[in-house]
């Protein structure tokens, strides 16, 4: 009897012990649920992690530019004041994104001339702000105008050609934001070869694992201007991103706009191929940033007392940019805006009414691009109706 006993206790124990076990696994998967539901939202949109990668490269263009911007053997003798480390990080950082080849050689060439392109238009508003400021302090910001233009023109050479218009005015951009004079050419020139070193490396590294999404410009070679007018589409669409940019300029003279470069950028980068690829872009632009925006406010005190894990936030959210932009626009813009916002906060720049009017005025220069696409030489895809 007592081993009967012994026997009966041991299976009650493991009985007991079964039924509080049995629980845990349930529990367990609950609490892995965010984790899990995240995984399957990457996975929806970036199947097969190709965009991931390169996500994780434009950080590291950036990173390892930006490093190399400070060292001291490299400022040394630079004018005081340049900041080299945001000027090359930022040609390294949109040379990747516009780079899309398939191997590593034309991927090497295409990063060259596109920081090269970055460093030319920067040199470009260099030479041209003196005689623009004659008529102004926000005449300036005319050179922007050109390099607006560009953008949209040079999408006829095809994939390199779009990126190159886009360095072109990204250099512009970051001249002007910088307050670059003439004396600060050498650093142009050194921030370009840095940011080619920056860029040119990671690629090297992540080899045949990144797969490049063909760009849109491939369609945009069909599409059909306005009939009879005679003018291309790609000159329509420089225009129209020219036009509103010159609006956003006026509006800038006349009314004091606090961020008119943010509105500026806007109306380059929401021009699509037709009309109605141009309104799609503009919706899905303001629902990024309406997301993006107020998501960046909430983590402005993280930005004061952690810097550490708002770079972190910041590089992450690149990342899922650059998964999201060939195919999901909008959740690209809310990247986009979060880390725009956060960065200048981690920056020093904790005004709640200059980061809200740089969201406002972005908004305001979409909704420009999107009046110029549809009554500036309106495009149609090339399957449109007659």
Not at 70 to 87: E, Y
Not at 181 to 197: F, K, P
Not at 309 to 324: E, Q, S
Request: hydrophobic content about 50%; glycine content about 12%.
């Amino acid at each position: 009897m007592d081993s009967d006993q012994q026997v009966s206790a041991v299976r009650s124990a493991q009985e007991r012990s079964t039924a509080t076990d049995a629980p845990q696994p349930a529990r367990f998967q609950r609490l892995l649920w965010p984790l899990d539901a995240a995984l399957r939202w990457l996975e929806r949109v970036d199947p097969g992690t190709h965009r991931r990668i390169k996500g994780l490269r434009l950080v590291t263009a950036y990173g390892i530019a930006a490093a190399l911007g400070t060292l001291r053997d490299i400022t040394h003798g630079l004018p005081t004041g340049v900041a080299l480390a945001s000027l090359a990080g930022g040609f390294a950082l949109w040379a990747s994104v516009s780079e899309g080849r398939t191997t590593r050689l034309e991927s090497s060439r295409d990063l060259a001339l596109l920081c090269g392109a970055a460093a030319l238009g920067a040199a470009t508003f260099i030479g041209a702000a003196p005689l623009l400021h004659r008529m102004g302090p926000g005449a300036t910001e005319l050179v922007l105008v050109t390099g607006a233009f560009l953008v949209g023109y040079l999408r006829r050479f095809g994939m390199l050609g779009a990126g190159i218009g886009s360095q072109i005015y990204i250099g512009q951009l970051l001249a002007y934001g910088a307050g670059l004079t003439h004396s600060d050419l050498g650093a142009v020139g050194i921030a370009g070869s840095i940011a080619a070193l920056a860029a040119i490396v990671p690629r090297l590294l992540s080899g045949p694992a990144e797969r490049p999404v063909l760009a849109p410009t491939q369609a945009l070679a069909n599409a059909r201007g306005p009939g009879g007018s005679g003018v291309s589409p790609h000159w329509a669409m420089g225009l129209q991103a020219a036009v509103s940019s010159l609006v956003i300029v006026a509006m800038n003279a006349t009314m004091g706009l606090e961020e008119s470069a943010w509105g500026i950028t806007a109306c380059v980068y929401v021009v699509a191929g037709s009309a109605a690829g141009t309104v799609e872009r503009v919706r899905r632009r303001i629902i990024g940033t309406l997301i993006g925006v107020p998501l960046a406010l909430v983590c402005l005190p993280i930005a004061m007392y952690a810097p550490l894990l708002i770079w972190i936030a910041a590089a992450l959210a690149m990342i899922v940019y650059a998964m999201a932009l060939p195919n999901r626009y909008d959740i690209a813009c809310g990247a986009f805006a979060f880390t725009l916002i956060v960065t200048l906060a981690v920056s020093g720049e904790h005004s709640i009414s200059v980061l809200v009017a740089r969201a406002w005025e972005t908004l305001l220069g979409g909704a420009l691009g999107l009046a110029a696409a549809v009554y500036i030489f309106p495009l149609r895809p090339a399957g449109a109706a007659e």
